[in-house]
Nanobody, 118 residues
Framework: QVQLVESGGGLVQPGGSLRLSCAASGGIFSISTMAWYRQAPGKQRELVAS???????NYGDSVKGRFTISRDNAKNTVYLQMNSLKPEDTAVYYC????????????WGKGTLVTVSS
């Protein structure tokens, strides 16, 4: 059973930065695909960024050029560096783990709230 614990959310002013972390346990982190999703009130959950075991990254159009996803396999942790934050980035951010084993089972963290407001 994989467990994911997100941290780093909070209140930030527009134009500011935050770094989210997601620590994974219980799986083979190094072969997993990791991703960050977000869900704003009244909206569907959307992909923010993903990173494969090989380090290939993918970003949602709304965050390209502002957010950076990275991973540290030695620490079983994935990060999301968020710069130039906008009020529309306000959401609960969820960490997602997709197993690199044949099951391709997916796991979710409980989420961390990011609020961008002056």
């Amino acid at each position: 059973q994989v467990q994911l614990v997100e941290s780093g959310g909070g209140l930030v002013q527009p134009g500011g930065s935050l770094r989210l972390s997601c620590a994974a346990s219980g799986g083979i982190f190094s072969i997993s695909t990791m991703a960050w999703y977000r869900q704003a009130p009244g909206k569907q959950r959307e992909l923010v960024a993903s990173i494969t075991a090989g380090g290939d990254t993918n970003y949602g159009d709304s965050v390209k050029g502002r957010f950076t996803i990275s991973r540290d396999n030695a620490k079983n942790t994935v990060y999301l560096q968020m710069n130039s934050l906008k009020p529309e980035d306000t959401a609960v951010y969820y960490c997602n783990y997709v197993s690199g084993l044949s099951s391709r089972r997916s796991y979710w963290g409980k989420g961390t709230l990011v609020t961008v407001s002056s």
